[in-house]
């Protein structure tokens, strides 16, 4: 069974950092390319960055390019978000997400 | 970037109802659309890839069709476990880009 199990979340003050962990399991994690994802409270999804299997092709949204880094451990199965410069507009339900399948979440909260 | 506009906002039906919503590209996507099922305080969940391929394990009420910037997703028979925001989701170029969703009700 394919799980992704989102950690590191909780509140964090404007212009802190904060780094999530994806740990995956029931697939080979190196041959998929994989996404962070995030909803703001009550809001709709919005796509933050994707890495490729062997971490070759890396990609923002514009609104986190610069502040975020999306990295992958292959061999502990594991997804990264580092966040840097965190605003309160960051604040959202972050999922690690293949395509066909996502995690429950972790929440991000800015604020001071 | 790909802007992803999807129609009706809100969507009212009755069970045993057709329903199709809408989602409309900006520019050519080439069939990389994607549509999730986010039910309230759960995950998306995947029903359709790349325009028209059902997910494994989804009832077959859902279909999805279209192609250049036009895409629509069909609930052939509304069921009440439908009830749900629905989004569509492009891959086709990078930046990726989510529709605003289509939160469906029950008439």
């Known amino acids: 069974e394919v799980q992704l199990v989102e950690s590191g979340g909780g509140l964090v003050q404007p212009g802190r950092s904060l780094k999530l962990s994806c740990l995956a399991s029931?697939?080979?994690?190196?041959?998929?390319?994989m996404n962070w994802i995030r909803q703001a409270p009550g809001k709709g999804l919005e796509w933050v960055a994707s890495?490729?299997?062997?971490?070759?092709?890396?990609y923002y949204a514009d609104t986190v390019k610069g502040r975020f880094t999306i990295s992958r451990d292959n061999a502990k199965n594991t997804l990264y978000l580092q966040m840097t410069s965190l605003r309160s507009e960051d604040t959202a339900l972050y999922y690690c997400?293949?395509?066909?399948?996502w995690g429950q979440g972790v929440m991000v909260t800015v604020s001071s | 970037d790909i802007q992803m506009t999807q129609s009706p906002s809100v969507l009212s039906a009755s069970v045993g109802d057709r329903v199709t919503l809408n989602c409309k590209a900006s520019q050519n996507i080439n069939k990389y659309l994607n549509w999730y099922q986010q039910k309230l305080g759960e995950a998306p969940k995947l029903l359709i890839y790349?325009?028209?391929n059902l997910q494994t394990g989804i009832p077959s009420r859902f279909s999805g069709s279209g192609s250049g910037t036009d895409y629509t997703l069909t609930i052939s028979s509304l069921q009440p476990e439908d009830v749900a925001t629905y989004f569509c989701?492009?891959?086709?170029?990078?930046?990726?880009?989510f529709g605003a969703g289509t939160k469906l009700e029950l008439k």
């Open positions: 790349n325009t028209n």
């Open positions: 890495i490729s299997s062997s971490s070759s092709y890396i």
């Open positions: 029931g697939f080979t994690f190196s041959n998929y390319g």
């Open positions: 997400a293949r395509h066909d399948y």
């Open positions: 989701f492009q891959h086709n170029s990078w930046p990726y880009t």
